[in-house]
């Protein structure tokens, strides 16, 4: 199974690094479950912010209308291509223990976000 056979568009929304986290966090509220993955101007992706880096912000006692989401955002993300094996990058994956797997395509922008729900599918198939 390639990796651009997994439904890569659900449980994430995309955001910019000048962002704020008042405004993340509005994001992130819609999603039922899953991340803002933060890209920059010429859509690759620079880092993934999840709600535990906000509620680090806000207990921390930070104005999170100033924060942006390059202040906070977590940067060890791994990036696969869309025409990989998943079962090449499955080893890596557990080896590594990425804070996001995301897909790019060939010009090295966002393609979309690999989450545990389709992580699980490529095992179960």
Same mark, same amino acid.
């Given at each position: 199974?390639?990796?651009?056979? @997994?439904?890569? &568009?659900?449980?994430? +929304?995309?955001?910019?690094?000048?962002?704020?986290?008042?405004?993340?966090?509005?994001? @992130?509220?819609?999603?039922? #479950?899953?991340?803002?993955? $933060?890209?920059?101007?010429? !859509?690759?992706?620079?880092?993934?912010?999840?709600?535990?880096?906000?509620? #680090?912000?806000?207990?921390?006692?930070?104005?999170?209308?100033?924060?942006?989401?390059? !202040?906070? =955002?977590? &940067?060890?993300? =791994?990036?696969?291509?869309?025409? &990989?094996?998943?079962?090449?990058?499955?080893?890596? =994956? !557990?080896? #590594?223990?990425?804070?996001?797997?995301?897909? $790019? +395509? +060939?010009?090295?922008?966002?393609?979309?976000?690999?989450?545990? !729900?389709?992580?699980?599918?490529?095992?179960?198939?």
């Amino acid at each position: 199974m390639k990796v651009s056979e @997994l439904v890569l &568009t659900d449980e994430h +929304d995309t955001i910019s690094p000048d962002t704020s986290l008042v405004e993340a966090t509005k994001k @992130l509220l819609s999603l039922p #479950r899953g991340v803002l993955i $933060i890209l920059d101007s010429d !859509n690759s992706p620079k880092g993934v912010l999840a709600d535990a880096q906000i509620l #680090r912000a806000v207990s921390e006692g930070l104005d999170c209308h100033s924060e942006t989401c390059a !202040n906070h =955002m977590n &940067t060890d993300i =791994m990036s696969v291509g869309l025409n &990989t094996e998943v079962s090449e990058i499955v080893s890596e =994956m !557990n080896a #590594r223990k990425p804070h996001a797997v995301v897909a $790019i +395509d +060939d010009d090295g922008c966002f393609a979309g976000y690999f989450s545990p !729900n389709d992580y699980r599918e490529a095992l179960s198939s």
